[in-house]
């Protein structure tokens, strides 16, 4: 589908050096070439077009099994405060907590929050489940330490876009089976949720900017590495046995994304399992329009939802 907007944010993505080109000069190198390649850790500046929240309070920790993490918390408020866990995209492959910032710490001041912003192991040097298992040392790091950080450890949330939203899904998944810790809610922001079939909207937005099909699969192979084909629910949540007994969950979709029917199948896992779902399918907005607010208006309005959302869930 091709509308003004597809075209506005194309051309603004071609700039931003976020088209195809740039990203597939790393990631269709084989594993192995990869690890020599010094991958952009640091996504540009200039990708995060929003600029974050003054009002926020931002300080640097580290968590988990030695991960960095941003803290965001607005700048007076009264403990204990509910905990958002967030997660970065990145394709589990580059990115890192700063390139968030411009919806975390709106979080954290509009709902009056502390947004835990941690790094994770990344492929390839760090191959599935690397990322998983860095992801989840974080999680129980957390609410061993929920006093010190002023949250309450019963009013946690996970959230995270794209290959973040398909961690977030798993912590889910995981703290479930083992019975905690307790997640409140989960927000999955255009989140991969299947490694290796294809859906419609993959062929659909084939070449569309920032993601095209050629590049999930490409980010799928580094993160695989050698369980490439391993049919594992950490890798696709939407494989697990079941889905039953999950936190509710908002999932956000962009209309111009290959990745949209990642999110509407894992929408139709939870329903059909009973776990209450909110749904949205931003339209004209492409992968990862969260961190382009001034890009692609659409975003203001979906950080409004999923204050709403996080407002009514914690």
């Known amino acids: ?17 976020l088209a195809e080109k740039g990203i597939e000069d790393v990631v269709d190198l084989p594993a192995h070439r990869a690890k020599r390649v010094k991958l952009q850790r640091s996504l540009p500046g200039r990708y995060v077009f929003g600029r974050p929240d003054s009002r926020a309070v931002v300080e640097e920790i580290t968590v ?11 700048a007076e408020a009264t403990a204990p405060l509910p905990c958002v866990i967030n997660l970065h995209g990145g394709g589990w492959v580059q990115g890192n907590p700063e390139q968030s910032q411009w919806l975390t710490t709106r979080v954290a001041v509009r709902n009056q929050a502390v947004v835990i912003s941690p790094t994770y192991a990344l492929a390839p040097e760090h191959p599935f489940p690397a990322g998983v298992e860095s992801c989840w040392a974080t999680l129980e790091w957390v609410v061993a330490h929920a006093d010190e950080l002023g949250i309450d450890a019963e009013r946690i949330a996970v959230m995270g876009d794209s290959g973040g939203g398909n961690l977030a899904a798993v912590l889910a998944l995981l703290a479930r089976d083992a019975g905690g810790p ?22 659909r937005h084939a070449e569309a900017p920032v993601l095209t099909s050629k590049n999930m699969r490409a980010f799928a192979r580094l ?33 111009l994304d290959p990745l949209l029917d990642n ?44 204050v709403d959302y996080l407002d009514r869930t914690l």
């Open 1 to 17: 589908m091709t509308s003004t907007m597809a075209l506005r944010t194309r051309a603004f993505a071609a700039l931003l050096g």
């Open 223 to 255: 993160y695989m590495g050698e369980r490439y084909g391993d049919e594992d629910f950490r890798a696709s949540p939407i494989r697990a046995a079941s889905h039953a007994g999950l936190p509710p969950a908002f999932i956000l979709t962009a209309e």
């Open 182 to 203: 307790a997640i409140r809610a989960q927000v999955l922001i255009y989140p991969g949720t299947e490694m290796y079939d294809r859906f419609p909207s993959e062929d």
């Open 64 to 74: 988990g099994a030695g991960s960095r993490a941003l803290v965001h918390r607005p």
């Open 263 to 306: 999110g509407a199948r894992y929408r139709d896992a939870l329903e059909t399992a009973g776990v209450p779902v909110q749904y949205a399918e931003y339209a004209g907005a492409i992968h990862g329009f969260m961190s382009l607010p001034g890009v692609v208006p659409v975003a203001r309005r979906a950080l409004d939802d999923i």
